[in-house]
């Protein structure tokens, strides 16, 4: 019988990434890596090794690791994740770190595009005192944000289906955020890699990438309270664009933001109090 060394060896040859090979064979397995350390030598059980080698194959095909195992880490919390969300980023807490550094205490946000809840629950998690409202379109998303948020016990969180603000009514935040697709519609990374898996909805947004970010910020006035904050995740060349969009629709002290790769990432803007 094969020992864990071996597979975990052909693996990596086959993935060209230790890893990778690592992690998809602490899933199949059930244990964490740190396990291979004390039991590289053990034999690997044939039902197993079987289940590995199809991850594997499903890997070398090029489907993300997130929906191969069905979980991504963001911010704190461990999340599900299927095709029917974007896998979350880690560029992405830099949206959550700027929301709660302005959200008020028994504040009221909205996470507009929620997909698996991956912003909404992290703020949910850091601010229990808040009033969470978590939007998507998706109804399979809705219900992947929702399976999350009840296993990891977060409960003042509200979902709502529908299009970006539509069905929120006439509720007003003190702020709201989003991570909107921004992708211009022609871009041939589309065709490439993980985003080849990941549902097109929430990728490409028109010819420039910023429709659905046009619709959010023409929208948002309306259901801010004064003072109050929207926040927008985008492409790396586009916070001159973004800032210019939210200015337009009437926003002050507009802002972007750079993640750890000094890349624009965030910008944001405040309605007049």
Known sequence: MTDIRTILRQATDALGDRLEAEFLLAHALGVSRA?????????????????FESLVRRRVAGEPIAYITGTRDFWSLTLEVTP????????????????????????????????????ALAMAKERPDALV???????????????????????????????????????????????????????????????????LTALAS????????????????????????????????QGAAVREVLERAGFLNTFTAQDLERRDRVSGGCKPA
């Open 35 to 51: 396990w291979f350390f004390a039991h590289a030598d053990d034999p690997a059980e044939a039902a197993a090794t079987e289940r």
């Open 84 to 119: 029917a969300t974007l896998i979350p980023r880690a560029e992405t807490e830099l949206l959550v770190e700027l929301a709660l550094e302005r959200l008020p205490e028994g504040g009221r946000v909205a996470d507009l595009g929620t997909g698996s809840g991956a912003i």
């Open 133 to 199: 409202f978590a939007v998507d379109a998706s109804a399979d998303a809705l219900a992947v944000a929702r399976r999350n948020a009840r296993r990891l016990g977060l409960e003042r969180v509200v979902f709502a289906h529908g299009d970006w603000l539509v069905p929120l009514g006439g509720e007003a935040f003190d702020l709201i955020v989003g991570n909107p697709p921004y992708i211009e519609s022609a871009d041939h990374h589309l065709r490439e890699g993980d985003l080849r898996f990941e549902p």
């Open 206 to 237: 028109g010819t420039d990438g910023l429709d659905d970010i046009r619709r959010i910020a023409t929208a948002s006035p309306a259901r801010l309270a004064p003072g109050g904050w929207l926040l927008l995740e985008h492409g790396w060349n």
